[in-house]
């Protein structure tokens, strides 16, 4: 019988627990296809290696021109070690070259929709001029934004980017520019009205043979089915599949919050244009900018007229005065817009967090300190202050590693802190 989705389960909310491991899969994924294709690289074709258990043996194809070069790289595996998961079975010729890209862009998709909670559509349809950025000027913030074009189902967005989806974007950057400047142009089929877009930098897009192609929606559900398949989720006995609209019902409740109010997106938007024009006429030909600013005016058609109005003066103040409330003593708080403080400040403890490197020695001054008071609570047996001074030493040297590169082995709320 077939993996019901999610959805046909109807029990999203009952199934959050397995999404640290879906995720935690797709980036072992990513590591494991990184690591095969670093090590297939080097060795002469006769030679034996091994690689998470597996043996493999490089296997070159001969080209039918000695001019011709070779765009895949391939290879056999030999053996594999009990409790390994080679890609094909033990006599078979992987890929390797696939494996790599199916494992980066699988951990790519899963990461940015954790991240934001959109639609596959409006994933697929992101480009490098999607990518915007905010000056506070009440701090000389930056804040980076992303902008997320409007459909006939869903209104036109900016959802400001966490550090975490800061990094994921500028990988996916790297990845779908390869050796180039800029992020090549492509064009995307929409399956829904059946025509193609005008070439865009479009940023989940690969090679394919000889030209830039954006993810299909077939490939992208592929890669999730792999990463829950790779992870052995299962409900009831029966094996769990993730579909994109799946994800988008397991996140989206948390991140609702995490958009700017209509109101302050339209006015934002005004100045972001002026500013995404200067900033990309150096990168793209004015041809391409253009016809970014016309995909998003048909786009806008479809939305009701009164749908985006411009923010009042009040309202205004109100958005730029937010951000000083983000400055705290460690750095900067990237909680959702417009939402209040879980924490009751303590901040050390909330993973919206971003320490400020040059904070490292209030930190240091921070973890002495809550080390004396844990040595005196434990002396007049004040157990109450021990346990929460443990606590907050748990949180105060993460912290720490996080400064120093070093990994922290806890986890807060599902997530790092």
């Known amino acids: 019988m077939a993996a019901l989705p999610l959805v046909a389960q109807n029990r999203p909310t009952s199934l959050g627990w397995t999404v640290p491991a879906f995720l935690s899969s797709a980036e072992d994924l990513k590591e494991k296809g990184n690591r095969l294709l670093e090590r297939t690289w080097p060795p002469p074709i006769s030679e034996t290696y091994t690689v998470d258990g597996v043996t493999y043996r490089r296997h070159d194809p001969p080209v039918h021109k000695k001019s011709n070069t070779r ?24 890929d390797v070259t696939s494996v790599e890209a199916d494992s980066f862009w699988g951990w790519a998709v899963a990461s940015t929709l954790k991240e934001t909670g959109v639609r596959i559509e409006e994933l697929l349809e992101l480009t490098q001029l999607s990518l915007r950025h905010y000056v506070a000027p009440t701090t000389n913030t930056i804040v980076p934004l992303l902008h997320i074009v409007p459909s006939k189902t869903d209104q036109e967005r900016l959802i400001p980017m966490s550090p975490e989806l800061v990094k994921i974007l500028v990988e996916v950057q790297r990845r779908a520019r390869g050796i180039g400047q800029s992020v090549p142009l492509s064009t995307r089929f929409d399956p829904n009205d059946k025509t193609f877009s005008e070439r865009l930098p479009h940023l989940f897009a690969r090679l394919v043979g000889p030209t830039q192609n954006v993810l299909s929606n077939h490939y992208v559900r592929k890669l999730l089915i792999g990463i829950a398949s790779h992870a052995g989720l299962s409900d009831g006995g029966m094996p769990v599949t993730f579909t994109p609209h799946d994800f988008r019902r397991l996140f989206v409740t948390e991140l609702v919050g995490s958009n700017l109010p209509l109101h302050i997106v339209s006015t934002l938007l005004g100045h972001l244009d002026l500013e995404t024009t200067r900033g990309y006429t150096a990168v793209f030909p004015e041809h391409v900018i253009q016809a970014h600013h016309a995909f998003i005016e048909r786009r806008r058609q479809s939305r009701p007229g009164h749908e985006l109005r411009a923010a009042s003066s009040d309202e ?3 958005f730029e005065q937010h951000f000083l409330l983000r400055r705290v003593a460690l750095g900067t708080c990237h909680r959702p817009y417009a939402t209040p403080c879980v924490h009751e400040h303590a901040c050390v403890k909330c993973r919206f967090l971003q320490v400020d490197p040059a904070q490292a020695g209030r930190v240091e001054d921070m973890t002495a300190n809550a080390e004396a008071r844990l040595d005196e609570a434990r002396q007049h047996q004040w157990l109450g202050e021990v346990k929460a001074l443990e606590e907050n030493l748990v949180h105060l040297r993460r912290r720490r590693d996080e400064m120093t590169g070093s990994p922290g082995p806890v986890r807060v709320n599902g997530g790092q802190a």
């Open 316 to 318: 205004w103040q109100e």
């Open 71 to 94: 765009a895949r790289i391939w290879a056999e595996v030999v053996d594999a070690e009990t409790g390994s998961r080679p890609p094909v079975p033990v006599g078979k010729r992987a």
